[in-house]
Nanobody, 120 residues
Framework: QVQLVESGGGLVQAGDSLRLSCAASGRTFSPYTMAWFRQAPGKEREFVAAISWSADYYADSVKGRFTISRDNAKNTVYLQMNSLKPEDTAVYYC???????????????WGQGTQVTVSS
C-alpha cells in the first residue's frame, strides 16, 4: 500500500502561482510514476501531469504553465502551477502507478485531494 497526502491548495487570483505537494508513505516511492489529476464540479477527472523515472509529461491545457517534479529522498511529488486561470479551479489529486501512463484507471493509489480555486 502507498498512502498519499496532498497539501498546498487554496484560493488565489488569476495570474498567481501555487505549489502543491504530495507526500507518500508505505511502499518504496521511487519506482512509481506519480501524477496529478484534477476534477472540476460537474466534470470528469482529467489528467494534469505525470513524472516517471525518465520523463515528465503534461496535458495540453497546462503545458508551459505547470511543472511536476519529485524528490525521491523525501518521498514527495510537487506541482508548481504558474499563471493560474479560473478554469484551473478544481480538486487536485495525487496518484501513483506502477506504469508510466496518463490514464486514471491505471493508477493504483490516490490521495484525498486538495482544492484549488482561482478567482478572476
Amino acid at each position: 500500500q502507498v498512502q498519499l497526502v496532498e497539501s498546498g491548495g487554496g484560493l488565489v487570483q488569476a495570474g498567481d502561482s501555487l505549489r502543491l505537494s504530495c507526500a507518500a508513505s508505505g511502499r518504496t516511492f521511487s519506482p512509481y510514476t506519480m501524477a496529478w489529476f484534477r476534477q472540476a464540479p460537474g466534470k470528469e477527472r482529467e489528467f494534469v501531469a505525470a513524472i516517471s523515472w525518465s520523463a515528465d509529461y503534461y496535458a495540453d491545457s497546462v503545458k508551459g504553465r505547470f511543472t511536476i517534479s519529485r524528490d525521491n529522498a523525501k518521498n514527495t511529488v510537487y506541482l508548481q502551477m504558474n499563471s493560474l486561470k479560473p478554469e484551473d479551479t478544481a480538486v487536485y489529486y495525487c496518484a501513483a502507478a506502477r506504469t508510466s501512463t496518463r490514464y486514471a484507471g491505471n493508477y493504483d493509489y490516490w490521495g484525498q485531494g486538495t482544492q484549488v480555486t482561482v478567482s478572476s
